[in-house]
């Protein structure tokens, strides 16, 4: 190994150091055994001198590197959290509308509303919400708050788009954990301590989300 060689596969191994990839005792043992194969090849100059381990990499830092796994831009908290009030702004909306037009269409002798008003106002209060997700994951992997935010639902083995099957069960998991407060709010508020910044239902579904718009993936 020339001196060259070893520069870059130091500068290499302590990129996926500070990336997360490892720890600092593989790093420390990565590390030596690049001296020790350096030390005993045969080459114009020495090789470079030991330099101090890099410290030990915070959760900002992993999230401000990227994915440890995919290499993708992992989408903050809060911007995570600017596209949920976008999206609920959204169900608000939608709410309202039914409301207004169950109570436009009212019969005012029986004071009952349509059949075909009752089925959309079920649909709309109760199943909106999840059909919303799933569909508009599947189709480009954002919601319409995702979009004002810039961030997408991506598969977390390798940044890829993530199909409708697993929008659904995206959607579906968020569904279930929101049958109790709890567990939802906190599956809302995982990704403040974890490494990929994922929320349970992204762990549930294999999901993380990144943050910017312009990023191709191919279908899987």
């Known amino acids: 190994m020339d001196p060259q060689e070893y520069a870059e596969a130091v500068e290499r191994l302590e990129q996926d150091y500070l990336a997360g990839g490892m720890s600092a005792d593989e790093y ?14 045969e080459a114009s100059e020495p090789p470079a001198a030991w330099t101090p381990m890099p410290p030990e ?16 831009p992992l ?4 911007r995570r959290a600017g596209g949920w009030f976008v999206d609920l ?3 608000v909306a939608a709410f309202v509308a039914t409301f207004l037009l169950a109570v436009a269409t009212e019969d005012s002798t029986t004071g009952e509303i349509s059949d ?16 919303y997700a799933w569909l508009m994951v599947g189709a480009w992997g954002q919601t319409l708050g995702k979009m004002a935010v810039g961030i997408r639902v991506v598969r977390s083995a390798d940044a ?4 409708y099957l697993r929008a659904l069960g995206r959607a579906a998991s968020t569904w279930l954990l929101g049958v109790l407060f709890v567990p939802i709010l906190l599956a ?32 899987g």
Not at 28 to 41: I, V
Not at 57 to 72: E, K
Not at 75 to 78: K, L, Q
Request: proline content about 4%; charged content about 20%; cysteine-free.
């Open 116 to 131: 075909a008003v009752a089925l959309l106002v079920f649909f709309v209060w109760f199943l909106g919400p999840t059909v």
């Open 89 to 91: 702004g959204v169900y």
């Open 160 to 163: 890829g788009r993530v199909s």
């Open 28 to 41: 420390t043992r990565r590390r030596r055994e690049l001296e020790d194969a350096a030390s005993t090849a």
């Open 57 to 72: 990499p915070t959760q900002g830092a992993i999230a401000a590197s990227g994915d440890p796994v995919t290499g993708a």
């Open 75 to 78: 989408a903050s908290w809060g």
């Open 188 to 219: 809302y508020l995982w990704p403040l301590w974890d490494r990929r910044n994922q929320t349970l239902y992204d762990k549930m579904a294999g999901t993380i989300v990144e943050h910017g718009r312009g990023r191709a993936h191919s279908a």
